[in-house]
């Protein structure tokens, strides 16, 4: 069975940093390309971004919203997705979530539950 | 970046009733289009990828159709379990959902 499981959410000061991390387990995690996505409450999801499976080198993209600020990496060994958030603002409040691509197909086949990050004085 | 249009915003419908929502895309896709469900509380739910292949499990009473710019989610004989927020989302360029309409019951 497929699982992803968020951590490391919280409450942040405006100009913080964040690391949130998210294990995954049941598939073979290198085959994969894996994305983070974040859902401000009540407003529609965001895709941040992607770093691509094996095959194609860990090589990551980023949707200009965030490039230059977060940084998606992956330990392949633990089978853990990171996301590194700095400099971080009150617009960066949102669920975070961690979600499988399915390689064959596009969208996101699997999505763990959310971290919620929270940005406030 | 491509700008996904979804409508309408909210949708209250009966039990048993086919209910429709709509998603535009600024330029052409080539029904590089997901649909996605929402339950309160939990992650999304794929529903529908390349515009209308179903994805595993999902109800047969979900379907997806278009091309081009014009792409939309049918839902058949409407049932309790339904009621939830869907999203659009495309993935010919890097990914953009719509706005999302939040379906309620009559």
């Known amino acids: 069975e497929v699982k992803l499981l968020e951590s490391g959410g919280g409450l942040v000061q405006p100009g913080g940093s964040l690391r949130l991390s998210c294990a995954a387990s049941g598939f073979t995690f290198t085959d994969f390309y894996m994305s983070w996505i974040r859902q401000p409450p009540g407003k529609a999801p965001e895709w941040l971004g992607v770093?691509?499976?094996?095959?194609?080198?860990?090589?990551?993209e980023y949707n200009p919203s965030v490039k230059g600020r977060f940084t998606i990496s992956r330990d392949n060994t633990q089978n853990i997705l990171y996301l590194q958030m700095n400099t971080l603002r009150a617009k960066d409040t949102a669920i975070y979530y961690c979600?499988?691509?399915?390689?064959?197909?596009?969208?996101?086949?699997?999505w763990g539950q959310g971290v919620m990050v929270t940005v406030s004085s | 970046d491509i700008q996904m249009t979804q409508s309408p915003a909210s949708l209250s419908a009966s039990l048993g009733e086919t209910v429709t929502i709509e998603c535009r895309a600024s330029?052409?896709?080539?029904?590089?289009l997901a649909w996605y469900q929402q339950k309160p509380g939990k992650s999304p739910q794929l529903l529908i990828y390349n515009a209308n292949s179903l994805h595993t499990g999902v109800p047969s009473r979900f379907s997806g159709s278009g091309s081009g710019t014009q792409y939309s989610l049918k839902i058949n004989s409407l049932q309790s379990e339904d009621v939830a927020s869907y999203f659009c989302?495309?993935?010919?360029?890097?990914?953009?959902f719509g706005g999302g309409t939040k379906l309620e019951l009559k």
């Open positions: 989302q495309q993935y010919y360029n890097y990914p953009t």
């Open positions: 330029e052409d896709i080539y029904n590089g």
């Open positions: 770093i691509r499976n094996k095959a194609n080198g860990y090589t990551t």
């Open positions: 979600a499988r691509d399915p390689l064959s197909y596009g969208g996101w086949d699997y």
